[in-house]
Structure formats: structure tokens, C-alpha cells
């Protein structure tokens, strides 16, 4: 298997902006949290303050009591630091897992994930049968779950591929997006056979989705963690 590095320059403005975007919501929130904390700390002063200034002198505030809220205080501004240096942490190591799939731009891959991407009229998916099958059918479905073609498969054991042109069973042309295959296939014995259906993509950009890094290919997103393999 080679890896190239070309074609790695114009996904560089999406790492950019979705890494730009990951650091500024962690921030945002942790700000939002010092400032909640600020403003009841600041309200508790003036509490304490007043309490001190009105306490009845045969009966003084328990200082024991004001030391614990203090404390308490204290411990929820550290937590609140650590949590601001784990999203700076989980900010940097999804950039850095972004950076490291860069390479991946412009080659095929391929995922294990029924749904494929149309691209210019072209989807192509695998499905492995671990014994014969006597029939297979293969089921496309739109994003809507509606049924736009269906047509007899490969019944050899191991590896198959389908290559879908992008026609529905009426011979009309369906726009480029997400399409899910199914496959039932049968054994002689008349047992249903379960496929592991994969699909083959090539990848556009690489872009940071809930922390994570995610190839993009057309319209499909899919995690790293889903490659199966990778072609030059």
C-alpha cells in the first residue's frame, strides 16, 4: 500500500475552520462556566459582607461554616480549570488525528458501511458471503428509505463488488448523495446467508465532527475508525 501526499492543499482551510470551531466552543463554554462562578462568588461576598455587618455580637457567624463555602468555592474553580486545559487537550489531539489523515485525500477507501456515496453518477460497494449462495438480490435504498433498485448479485463465496451506475429500476437518472445497500442472500440449504457489506469511496477532505477526525467522500461522512483498506 502507498501513501501520497498530494492533494492535500485546498482541505487545508476546512481543518482550519473546523478546528477553529471545536477550540471556540470548548472555550465558549468554559468561559460561560467562569462567569456562573464569578457571579455567585461575587453574590456570596456580598451576603458574607452584610452578614458580618448585621450579626448580633452575643451571636457571631459560625467561621468554620464561612471557611467551608470558601473552600467549596475554591474547588469548583480548579475543576472548572481542569476542565479548560482537557478541552484545550482534546482540541489539539483532534487536530493533530486530523493532520495525521491529510495523506488519505485523494484516495479510495474502502469503509465498513452499507451506506455509499453517488458521486457523478457512480457508486461501488463490496459484500462478503462466507458460504454460497444459490441467490442474492441486491436492494438499493435512498436516504428516505425508499427502494430505487434491485437486481441479482454474485453468489460466490468471499469477496464481491457492485458497481451502481446511479438508475433507478425505471432507467431514470437519480442525483449524486447517500444510498444504502442491502443484500439478501440464500443458501441451498434455503438459510439465509449474512453479508458484511462495505463501500468504496474516494476521500474529498478531512473534517473534525464531535472531536473526531471524519473523511468526507461527496456527502458521506465516515470515522477513521472504519477503513478497511486503502487504495494508491
Known amino acids: 500500500m502507498t501513501i501520497s501526499l498530494g492533494a492535500i492543499a485546498t482541505p487545508a482551510s476546512t481543518l482550519a475552520a473546523s478546528t477553529t470551531t471545536a477550540a471556540a466552543t470548548a472555550a465558549s463554554t468554559t468561559a460561560a462556566a467562569s462567569t456562573g462562578l464569578g457571579n455567585d462568588l461575587n453574590t456570596f461576598l456580598k451576603l458574607l459582607t452584610t452578614q458580618l455587618q448585621n450579626q448580633d455580637p452575643e451571636s457571631p457567624l459560625d467561621t468554620n461554616q464561612m471557611t467551608q463555602q470558601l473552600v467549596a468555592f475554591s474547588g469548583v474553580e480548579q475543576a472548572i480549570n481542569t476542565n479548560s486545559k482537557l478541552d484545550q487537550l482534546v482540541a489539539l489531539q483532534s487536530t493533530n488525528q486530523t493532520v495525521a489523515a491529510l495523506p488519505l485525500v485523494g484516495h479510495t477507501v474502502q469503509v465498513s458501511d452499507n451506506k455509499g456515496a453517488l458521486v457523478n453518477g457512480q457508486a461501488t460497494f463490496g459484500y462478503n458471503l462466507p458460504s454460497p449462495a444459490t441467490q442474492t438480490v441486491l436492494t ?37 448523495g447517500i444510498y444504502t445497500l442491502n443484500v439478501a442472500a440464500t443458501g441451498a440449504d434455503g438459510t439465509a446467508i449474512t453479508a458484511a457489506i462495505s463501500s468504496y469511496g474516494t476521500i474529498d477532505s478531512i473534517q473534525i465532527n464531535n472531536g473526531a477526525a471524519s473523511l468526507m467522500m461527496g456527502t458521506l461522512s465516515e470515522p477513521l475508525s472504519k477503513i478497511v483498506s486503502i487504495t494508491s
Open 140 to 176: 438499493v435504498s435512498d436516504a428516505s428509505g425508499n427502494t430505487v433498485y434491485q437486481g441479482a448479485g454474485n453468489t460466490t463465496t468471499g469477496d464481491n463488488s457492485f458497481a451502481w451506475n446511479g438508475q433507478a429500476a425505471d432507467g431514470s437518472t437519480l442525483p449524486d
